[in-house]
T-cell receptor, first 111, second 114 residues
Framework: SQQGEEDPQALSIQEGENATMNCSYK?????LQWYRQNSGRGLVHLILIRSNEREKHSGRLRVTLDTSKKSSSLLITASRAADTASYFCATDKGGAQKLVFGQGTRLTINP | DAMVIQNPRYQVTQFGKPVTLSCSQT?????MYWYQQKSSQAPKLLFHYYDKDFNNEADTPDNFQSRRPNTSFCFLDIRSPGLGDAAMYLC?????????????FGPGTRLTVT
């Protein structure tokens, strides 16, 4: 079964607003990663947060991790039309060199 | 710029006709991955190579094979494509690390089966 579950499945907001996406997972992790995918393209790595970290920032992105609740959130502040994409969380699988992706959140930023 | 390249970007094949998708990388990463992604779904790992060591996922159909002749290149062979194999196929690379690390993706090959 899929390791990560994301919600909401789809999110539509106005440009300039903040967007928050959530990810829950089932088993222990070493790290959790967030990726963006523009329509019909490959995925782009956004941020990696390790299991011993609680929060991480990168530009307009803020990621939190709560290992006790097995959940993470991705916050995009001051959204732009170019942020329109699907966002996936991914967790490592038993320490192996591989990831399991959540179902993703489709984010639409309306001008 | 270092990157992951996939060719072709779009591939049309006939039901049952073997097809090969290609991936190359200039990142010199040890690990290469192949994912299948169907519309509005998560990427699903098919297999990966850690150097020359091939690692198949338990639920990857036998119809899917892979070759990695050298560090830079990796191929996905679909021996007898079915209609259900129509999808985006994504190649990714990563350096070897302590557990899973950042993966670098190619733009994908969209496969259509007629």
């Amino acid at each position: 079964s899929q390791q990560g579950e994301e919600d909401p499945q789809a999110l539509s907001i106005q440009e300039g607003e903040n967007a928050t996406m959530n990810c829950s997972y089932k088993t222990s992790i070493n790290n959790l990663q967030w990726y963006r995918q523009n329509s019909g393209r490959g995925l782009v790595h956004l941020i990696l947060i390790r299991s011993n970290e609680r929060e991480k920032h990168s530009g307009r992105l803020r990621v939190t991790l709560d290992t006790s609740k097995k959940s993470s959130s991705l916050l995009i502040t001051a959204s732009r039309a170019a942020d329109t994409a699907s966002y996936f969380c991914a967790t490592d699988k038993g320490g192996a060199q591989k990831l399991v992706f959540g179902q993703g959140t489709r984010l639409t930023i309306n001008p | 710029d270092a990157m992951v390249i996939q060719n072709p970007r779009y591939q049309v094949t006939q039901f049952g006709k073997p097809v090969t998708l290609s991936c190359s990388q200039t990142l010199n990463h040890n690990v290469m991955y192949w994912y299948q992604q169907k519309s509005s779904q998560a990427p699903k790992l098919l297999f990966h190579y850690y150097d020359k060591d091939f690692n198949n996922e338990a639920d990857t159909p036998d119809n899917f094979q892979s070759r990695r002749p050298n560090t830079s290149f990796c191929f996905l062979d679909i021996r007898s494509p079915g209609l259900g194999d129509a999808a985006m196929y994504l190649c990714a690379t990563s350096r070897a690390g302590q557990g899973a690390v950042e993966q670098y993706f190619g733009p994908g090959t969209r496969l259509t089966v007629t």
